[in-house]
């Protein structure tokens, strides 16, 4: 039989969300000839109907159902209910992403083994190392197409790349590039070459980016063994008396309560949802949640350290034609403690349209310090800082009961508070990313401060022992063998490096180790 | 212009009442009028000098000199309307702007919006900071100034580019003072 499959059958393989993680899990198994019914909550568009205007793509991709947050960090006073920056969609936020493609370092898979113990930090090393995972790295690699990869071209630097490199390599930095990009240089995989349009998180228009809506779903669909459902919000997962899962129940498109049957369950609705529908699905049996019995779910939130440093200049830099991303500073990503904190930074060319700039570049700033910087913006070059966060127990996803989402559901609550060791970090890397714009003649350089998350991840990690973590080395949780978590929740630590490559992996791998399962028969 | 009320050739009489810190805004029966500019806004649910002291306040908010009164003005125009729906709402902002005259007045005898100094209004502004009035004002401002498109121009941004065949031809690697 194919898709479309019915809600009775039991043989399929349920995936919550499409993004990178569910996306490309689903694609995966389904040619390898297993069927997969992917729920997704948000709608399915077409990239042609993408739009060049932040606050329009905003309101067409972004996850705003209701959140809340508490905590020390600047989200909370600023965007109290937008924690994340991520989308509510088919494709997820790989609609949204960037396309920084890296593999995370070998020692960022031992921090505990290589930083120590450290002070409230919940360190702890993965179940897997970087040898484990090259093969599934290489694969996700030539699958992305990822630039300065299997033979591929680095994309050309744009105008805010200029100033940064130039900037860069003033001040000494060595490993300064376009970098390896999922964002295709020339054409490959029936898809062109970028335009340079601008406007990357706002959904490619060219297909020139990498998503699972239109580089993995859709061979994942001409198979008959992968079924779309979007506008279908996963409320609960059921399981029988002995603890298996048995199906999840989900409001479709017409506001019904459905219920679809599983052989499996693979929960991929990124670091905040995957946790809340976990922690959702409480029954007599587990009733702190599924998968919980470690009390880990929802711990250990992390959402890397980040900023912005931009910079404003006496002439026109027009930093936001072309691609949002392309430059990256790798020197300040390694681990050397002689900085003042453990674990590296990587440094990342990033602009913002005007009317994002102005929510974003000093959220609640106002008067002539402020306009007189936006009144800059022509002049102004821009760039990103992605740093490794600490995990801490008490940063963490919970339901906030008091609050209630359109189906009645208490909420997600996003708590968080930055470790002393990444406020360290942040400080140097504004510090390093001033210098390289003052070293090309910046007249005033702005520390802009994290916007809500968009590398969210963490809260069901792997663990190599059960009261560590939520889930195995193959993103199996440790208490329910038919039940996977196959989104960036499952990273045990959060390395510098943008994640997406990584969970794409995890997800290959994941998909060759359920098939390898279901044949056995032992899930 | 279509959301402002078209009024070229205002009264010599209205021009020349326009003095005060308001610039070229004025009052005249229901309408905020700003004859240099050569448009007019019609008020009904709030009071016109309400609505001149919020288009001056936006603009003591977000001080760009090469923006013109129209555009703060379409930023604020949202409050009539909503003003006009909800009871609460109207009361705010009537309030605030009460709030701000009062404090004006107390430290220099005039309405905030005839103060002749931005730095004076500025310092009125900076006692509600932070209260529901100031933060309503504000954070509409934030989408409502900067995210019109009529507005981009004047900061050099160049708004939706995939249209236009994206930067690829377009000067997106065109920086040569390096």
Known sequence: MSAPFDLNDD?????????????????????????????????????????????????????????????????????????????????????????????????????????????????????ITLKDLEPWYAKAEDRMGVTRTNGIPGLPGNNNFKVFEAGAKKIGYKEVSTGRMAINSEPRADRGSCQQIGFCFQGCKSGAKWSTLIAEIPRGEATG???????????????DASGKATGVVYVDKDGKTQ?????????????????????????NMFPDGLANSSGQVGRNYMRHMTGSVYAVFDKPVHMYRGTTMAGIVRDEAGFDTKRGFVGGYEMETLSLGLPFMAAFLDPGGWGRSFTSAMDGYVNMAGLWIVGEDMPQETNRVTLNTGVKDQYGLPVADVHFDDHANDVAMRSHAYKQGTAMYEAVGAVRAMPTPPYPSTHNLGTNRMSEKPRDGVVNK???????????????????????????????ALALRQADFIAGEMSKKTI | MPTLID?????????????????????????????????????????????????????????????????YAIAVKPYEAAAAKDPATKTLIEEGVVTLDTLAKAKHGTAYADLGWEDQRVAVVKQIEGGAFFEKVRSGLVVGLYNQEEVWPIFGYEGSSADKGGYIDRGFNDLAWL
């Open chain 1, 474 to 504: 193959h993103g199996q949780t440790h208490d329910i063998p038919n039940l996977f978590v196959s989104d960036g929740s499952q990273f045990t630590t959060g390395g510098a490096e943008n994640p997406t490559l990584t969970i794409v």
């Open chain 2, 7 to 71: 009024r070229r050739g205002p009264s010599r009489r209205a021009v020349l009442g326009g003095i005060g810190a308001a610039g070229a805004l004025m009052v005249s029966g229901a309408a905020v009028l700003n004859p240099r500019e050569a448009w007019g806004l019609e008020v009904s649910a709030l009071k016109p000098e309400t609505m001149r002291t919020l288009i001056v306040m936006a603009r003591d908010i977000y001080p760009h000199d090469r923006v013109p009164d129209r555009f």
């Open chain 1, 225 to 239: 063994n992968l079924e779309v459902r979007p506008q279908s919000m996963v409320q609960k997962i059921e399981h």
């Open chain 1, 259 to 283: 219920r679809q049957k599983a052989r499996i369950v693979a929960v991929a609705g990124n670091s905040i949802e995957s946790p809340r529908l976990l922690l959702n699905s409480a029954s």
């Open chain 1, 11 to 127: 043989s399929v393989v349920v995936i919550v969300g499409s993004g990178a993680g569910g996306g490309t899990l689903g694609t995966e198994l389904a040619l390898k000839g297993i069927k997969v019914v992917i729920l997704e909550a948000g709608q399915r568009h077409n990239m042609e109907d993408f739009i060049n205007n932040e606050w329009d793509s905003f309101a067409q991709l972004a996850w705003t159902d209701m959140r809340t947050t508490s905590g020390s960090w600047r989200v909370h006073k600023n965007f109290p209910n937008l924690p994340a920056w991520i989308v509510k969609a088919v494709g997820g936020s790989s609609v949204h992403w960037a396309g920084a493609s890296l593999r995370l370092q070998e020692h960022e898979f031992k921090t505990h083994s290589t930083y120590g113990g450290l002070e409230g930090a919940n360190l702890l090393d993965w179940p």
